[in-house]
């Protein structure tokens, strides 16, 4: 139990076009999502929270408006790069909370965004 | 400032032996704890967590211990196996209520050699 799952896994895409990314909970219903950054040996830098049905709640320093974030379904949410360039190539994780465990975090593989 | 910190990079044990990781945390407001393990280019895989009412939790070969007077952590792994070699992050969140973050330390690299 406690599936999550990501696609892409991985995408290249040219500066300037959008990317967007899905985070599914397939087995459980996610109150909350989750969406992390990672860059290379650094740890897990939480971007944005986000509720179903609600606007995400971002950490300081991230855009809004470049990192769209839509929550529509308690299994589905998905973060959209939007104009993106090469210094927003990363490694994008989310995770997801619910279930029987409900203040644990389930991550998803994740999905490896190179902006050429 | 990092309040949740693994302060060894790495990690060094034999097959076989047991594999100790710590964890420090500076927020007193902390209630419940949580290790992660993850391989390169994967998300991390949940593997134990403990709430701070508790001292002890274990899972098959993983043990979690937590020292809230001394706000330490600690992760056992015994009998340590070549599989268990990855990234190790500890993870702690504060009350149901409150902020929802879980706050990563920097992970710690386990090798466990055959």
């Known amino acids: 139990g406690a599936v999550v799952s990501q696609h892409p896994s991985r995408v290249i895409c040219k500066s300037g076009t959008s990317v967007k990314i899905e985070c599914r909970s397939l087995?459980?219903?996610?109150?909350?999502m989750f969406w992390y950054r990672q860059f290379p040996k650094k740890s897990l830098m939480l971007m944005a929270t986000s509720n179903e049905g609600s606007k995400a709640t971002y950490e300081q320093g991230v855009e809004k408006d470049k990192f769209l974030i839509n929550h529509a379904s308690l299994t589905l949410s998905t973060l959209t790069v939007t104009s993106a360039h090469p210094e927003d190539s990363s490694f994008y994780i989310c995770?997801?909370?619910?279930?029987?465990?409900?203040?644990?975090?389930?991550f998803g593989p994740g999905t490896r965004l190179l902006v050429l | 400032d990092q309040q949740v910190k693994q302060n060894s990079p790495s990690l060094s044990v034999q097959e076989g032996r047991i594999s100790i990781l710590n964890c420090d945390y500076t927020n007193s407001m902390f209630d419940y704890f949580l290790w992660y393990k993850k391989y390169p280019a994967e998300g991390p895989t949940f593997l134990i967590s403990i709430s701070s009412i508790k001292d002890k939790n274990e899972d098959g070969r993983f043990t979690v211990f937590l020292n809230k007077s001394a706000k330490h952590l600690s992760l056992h792994i015994v009998p340590s196996q070549p599989g268990d070699s990855a990234v190790y992050f500890c993870a702690a969140s504060e009350p149901q209520g409150g902020s929802e973050k879980l706050v990563f330390g920097k992970g710690m690299k386990l090798t466990v050699n055959p």
């Open positions: 995770s997801a909370k619910g279930g029987g465990a409900p203040r644990t975090q389930y």
């Open positions: 087995d459980f219903q996610a109150t909350t």
